[in-house]
C-alpha cells in the first residue's frame, strides 16, 4: 500500500483480556518495527523484524507480549493479560531495503485498558 | 547505550516567532545518524530530516533549519517565522550505523503556534 496502515486505530479493552494489533507495512519493505509511546513518554522499542532473520525482541517489556510477522509481510502484536500500564499508542513502521533510511510510521492504534 | 534528550517539554510561541527546539544526545558510536520526526495531531510521524555524524554542514529547507554540533552533542531544530501549521509534536532520535538497529528517541517536545 501507499503507507503503514495500522489497525484498530482505537481498542478499548478489559484487564486481563488479550489484544492484537495489527501492521500492514509498505509492499516490499523488509524491515518493521513496533514502537509504544506512553503519556509523556518517547517512543519505546518493542520489536523489529528484518526479512527472515530471527526478530530482535530486545524490547519488549514483558512475556506478555509477543509479535509475528507472517510472509515477511504483516506483523501481529500480541499483549495477552491486559494491564492497565499497558494503555499506551502503539506504532509500526516499516524500513525499505538494507540501506534505505527512511521510516515511514503508521498513524498508531490507541489501547486503553480499563 | 544511547540516549536523547529533549529537555523542553512544551513551547508555545505565536504565529511569526522562531523558535529551537534542543536535542542532546549520548552515544558511544563514533558513526551514527540523527533524525527529526514530526507528530501532528493525527498521531504519524513525518519524516523530517536525517543527518550523518560525519556531516556537519548545516541544513536548511524552507523555514525549517538544523544546526548539527558534535563537539556538543546536539542537533537542533529551528523553525523560522512559525505558523499554527508547525503546532505538533517534535522528536530527535539517533540511530547506530548497521542495518539491523533501531531509532532511540527522546521523549519530544510540544510546539503550540498560535495566532
Known amino acids: 500500500g501507499a503507507g503503514v496502515s495500522q489497525s484498530p486505530s482505537n481498542k478499548v479493552t478489559e484487564k486481563g483480556k488479550d489484544v492484537e494489533l495489527r501492521c500492514d507495512p509498505i509492499s516490499g519493505h523488509t524491515a518493521l518495527y513496533w514502537y509504544r509511546q506512553s503519556l509523556g513518554q518517547g517512543l519505546e522499542f518493542l520489536i523489529y523484524f528484518q526479512g527472515n532473520s530471527a526478530p530482535d525482541k530486545s524490547g519488549l517489556p514483558s512475556d506478555r507480549f509477543s509479535a509475528e510477522r507472517t510472509g515477511g509481510s504483516v506483523s501481529t502484536l500480541t499483549i495477552q493479560r491486559t494491564q492497565q500500564e499497558d494503555s499506551a499508542v502503539y506504532l509500526c513502521a516499516s524500513r525499505g531495503g538494507l540501506t534505505h533510511y527512511g521510516y515511514t510510521f503508521g498513524s498508531g492504534t490507541r489501547l486503553t485498558v480499563v | 547505550a544511547q540516549k536523547v534528550t529533549q529537555a523542553q517539554t512544551e513551547i508555545s510561541v505565536v504565529e511569526k516567532e522562531d523558535v529551537t527546539l534542543d536535542c542532546v544526545y549520548e552515544t558511544r558510536d563514533t558513526t551514527y545518524y540523527l533524525f527529526w520526526y514530526k507528530q501532528p495531531p493525527s498521531g504519524e510521524l513525518v519524516f523530517l530530516i536525517r543527518?550523518?555524524?560525519?556531516?556537519?554542514q548545516n541544513e536548511i529547507s524552507g523555514r525549517y533549519s538544523w544546526n548539527f554540533q558534535k563537539s556538543t552533542s546536539s542537533f537542533n531544530f529551528t523553525i523560522t517565522a512559525s505558523q499554527v501549521v508547525d503546532s505538533a509534536v517534535y522528536f530527535c532520535?539517533?540511530?547506530?550505523?548497521?542495518?539491523?538497529?533501531?531509532?532511540?528517541f527522546g521523549t519530544g517536545t510540544r510546539l503550540q503556534v498560535t495566532l
Open positions: 532520535a539517533l540511530r547506530p550505523p548497521g542495518t539491523a538497529s533501531k531509532l532511540t
Open positions: 543527518r550523518n555524524s560525519f556531516d556537519e
